[in-house]
């Protein structure tokens, strides 16, 4: 299959899936995953194999840079001792305690013989990168407090770089043999690829902030943020340091700082729903490949390492995640337990340790052991966890659901569906499809229906005041789209000029602006 015609199938097959996905009401990207199973199984297509190449050229830069674009600095700073404890020093224990669980249960029941710390400690490493992508899409839908969201993402943008340093660290260490590691040069190699690496991604992300200040084009904007961030990438990589850590630098700075000191509301807009489409186009393909990649017949035939693994990962992880909650108890960062038990269940792993994996020479010790406990980790905790999450937060009452949001959303569907068959009922009446005497007595039939859900409206609005500034809000934003609707649409007819329409347009998305800050 041509390469133009494998993505243009996989873009309509994640179209289709996220129909399906929101029908159902199940995470899209856990949908994606079970799509490509079931595809790569039955053969149906012949899609490109995920690899280092790709994932480094295309997938990650616009995956990491969208995310840490929108991630916000102040709130990220806030909370900075919580993510840096366990995205640097945590990886760096979860990656030495799953390997001491692991080892002894590999070698007890046989899986290969003479699998040794050494090989334990690659996989735990390349294992370590987190992807919580599905979990904190469901957080917003769920109303998950905003800290915890920006735990958990802030905390996979950098343990993302920081895996990615320790496994070519211990990858080095293992190929050269243990006579010439030594462990201050290997932390003197991490500070000076993660710092290196964010020094880029800060003069990077601050030039093309500077030059946003100087022109107000929404296309030009867009290439530089685009250029921020995958020149950042390439930049770090080609000097062997973290082209990960470059790219988030990059990401928070042009959208902390450019967005906001160099951008229009216009342009700011325009920028922000580019690198929204790039994230979706990016994810859907990137875990559609995941599911193709994975060979069910060869899970199948290793469970048992695979659930041990898992389970070693994931025990790996609570561990980590509890202790760090309980040292920062003493702090101004304290974590309620509950949040602990979500951060370990939210620590989904995705393509990068797959491809991780993947990279390994292929005479590495064990490689087909190694890849296959990846790829069966990955699916499990994608399926298994992504699945599960939802319940999770519902038991541990960390969604915001209110009893008043759910009869509210009732008393509008009701309210809507009434409102939808009067208007019916009205064009039946024109069209003489109904004699006027039966409509005057369902006009009043379906009248007092929605006179008295809009009575149950008018209580709960005076009950809960989050409900009525909700409505606001999204009555405002409605309302401004119309006008942005007109506008255009008297560009078009020849009403207005370009310049003025420029002019009321940045006016509108300025409104709109301060309408998506205050939600």
Known sequence: MHVETAFVTLFSVATAVALVARWIKVPYTVALVVAGLVLGSAHAIEPPHLTKELLYALFLPGLLFEAAFHLDAQKFWQNKLAIHSLAVPGVAAAIGLTAVLLLPVANALHFVDGFELKHALVFSALIAATDPIAVVALFKSLGVPKRLAILVEGESLLNDGTAVVFFTLILGAVNEGSHSFSVGTAMLDFVRVVGLGTLV????????????QRVDDPMIEITLTTIAAYGSFLFA??????????????????????????????TRIAVESFWEYVAFALNSIVF??????????????SWKAILVAYLAVTVGRAALLYVVTFFLRRTKETLPWSWSAVMTWGGLRGGLSMVLVLALPQNFPHRELLVTMT??????????????MAPLLRWLGLTGVSLDRIDYERERGILRAKSAALAALQRMQNEGAVHSAAAEQFRAEYAGAMADAEQRLKDLHLQAEDLRQEEELATRRQLLLCEK??????????????EICDELLEDVDARLMHIESAS
């Open 237 to 266: 990589e080609h000097f062997h340091l973290s082209g990960v850590i470059a790219t988030v630098s990059a990401g928070m700075l042009c959208g902390n700082y450019g967005a906001r000191t160099g951008m229009s509301p216009s």
């Open 201 to 212: 991604g800060v003069t990077i992300g601050y030039l093309a902030s500077k030059l946003t």
């Open 375 to 388: 790829f069966g980790v990955v699916i499990l905790s994608i399926l298994f966890q992504g699945l599960s």
């Open 288 to 301: 559609l490949l995941i599911g193709f990649e994975v060979h069910l017949d060869a899970l199948s035939r």
């Open 485 to 498: 609707d007109a506008l255009r649409d008297a560009l078009r007819n020849g009403y207005l000029s370009q």
